[in-house]
Antibody, heavy 117, light 110 residues
Framework: QVQLVQSGTEVKKPGASVKVSCKAS????????IHWVRQAPGQGLEWMGW????????KYTAKFQGRVAMTRDTSISTAYMEVSDLRSDDTAVYYC??????????WGQGTLVLVSS | QAAPTQPASVSGFLGQSITISCTGT?????????VSWFQHHPGKAPKLLIY???ERPSGSSNRFTGSKSGNTASLTISGLQAEDEADYYC??????????FGGGTKVAVL
């Protein structure tokens, strides 16, 4: 069955970077997009962008352009999402999802990133 | 890109039907038949209920129905059950291969 397993909780200081991984199994990794969505405490879901796992093509919302990088390692069917120059308002649960909002939709369990001095 | 507007909360009695609206613009909700709806229980991954305005993926109950009129999409939950108590989000294509979530609606079952 399709599974997306994300890396564990991260605690970072302001200004640092964090890289969250999302390991896919149960399907052909390079045939789909990986989307990233986050939810800050007490806030709603926020769509960050996507990466096509085959070519590595990416698209980010304007808010994250320049501070977020989505990459992948096809040899281990793993997608990565790196946020640089972390701020306190980047504290959130980050989700990866295969083709979110499509009939092929499948989500990871979420990764908590806590930014605190 | 502004988020589509959803009511902050909607409530209904067990067995009743409720409707959640998602109001955007002609550049997002109204411009594409690419509206999806997600159910989100705290601490769990979001679950897709509806895609492409009104299509149900496998595993989604037929108690969930999606529709759209102009710049407003809607999700109707019929036969409200206790486990339907959750947060609900619409998500729409917004041009330029970008998507945006609505602000979310908390559903309470009375």
């Amino acid at each position: 069955q399709v599974q997306l397993v994300q890396s564990g909780t991260e605690v970072k200081k302001p200004g640092a970077s964090v890289k969250v991984s999302c390991k896919a199994s149960g399907y052909v990794f390079t045939s789909y997009h990986i989307h990233w969505v986050r939810q800050a405490p007490g806030q709603g879901l926020e769509w960050m962008g996507w990466m096509f796992a085959n070519s590595g093509e990416t698209k980010y919302t304007a808010k994250f352009q320049g501070r977020v990088a989505m990459t992948r390692d096809t040899s281990i069917s793993t997608a990565y999402m790196e946020v640089s120059d972390l701020r306190s308002d980047d504290t959130a649960v980050y989700y990866c999802a295969r083709n979110a909002g499509s009939p092929h939709d499948s989500w990871g369990q979420g990764t908590l990133v806590l930014v605190s001095s | 890109q502004a988020a589509p507007t959803q009511p902050a909360s909607v409530s209904g009695f067990l067995g009743q039907s409720i409707t959640i609206s998602c109001t955007g613009t002609s550049r997002d909700v109204g411009g594409y038949n690419l509206v999806s709806w997600f159910q989100h229980h705290p601490g769990k991954a979001p679950k897709l209920l509806i895609y492409e305005v009104s299509e149900r993926p496998s595993g989604s109950s037929n108690r969930f129905t999606g529709s759209k009129s102009g710049n407003t999409a809607s999700l109707t939950i019929s036969g409200l059950q206790a486990e339907d108590e959750a947060d609900y989000y619409c998500c729409t294509h917004a041009g330029g291969q970008i998507s945006v979530f609505g602000g979310g609606t908390k559903v309470a079952v009375l």
